[in-house]
């Protein structure tokens, strides 16, 4: 999915036959909303990353992602807890 330009979001699927695990977004859907946000061309007026959106449909139903503050996303995303989610280690 492209980001940049005037791309403030994007829908996709994570098909897959039943396998016992729960479908959730993955750590590179959180990565996308992140760059997609950070690259968004808005002519360089204040951003509100409340408009920032990612949705997943899954077999257990659709669900969506937004930023609800920017600060607290990007410092997760550089913190060990995001190592661990990402299944590695610093």
């Known amino acids: 999915m492209p980001v940049g330009g ?3 979001g994007a829908f996709h699927t994570h098909p897959s036959e039943d396998t016992g695990t729960f479908s959730m977004f993955s750590d590179g859907d959180l990565n996308y909303l ?4 950070t690259r968004h061309n808005n ?3 204040l951003k ?3 408009e920032y959106v990612l949705t997943l449909t899954v077999p257990e ?4 992602i937004k930023i609800k503050d920017m600060s607290k996303f990007g410092a997760f995303r550089n913190s060990d807890e995001w190592q661990n989610f990402q299944g590695g280690a610093k």
């Open 34 to 37: 992140f760059w997609v946000a």
């Open 43 to 45: 002519g360089n007026n």
């Open 6 to 8: 005037n791309n403030i």
């Open 61 to 64: 139903g659709t669900f969506a």
């Open 48 to 50: 509100n990353y409340s």
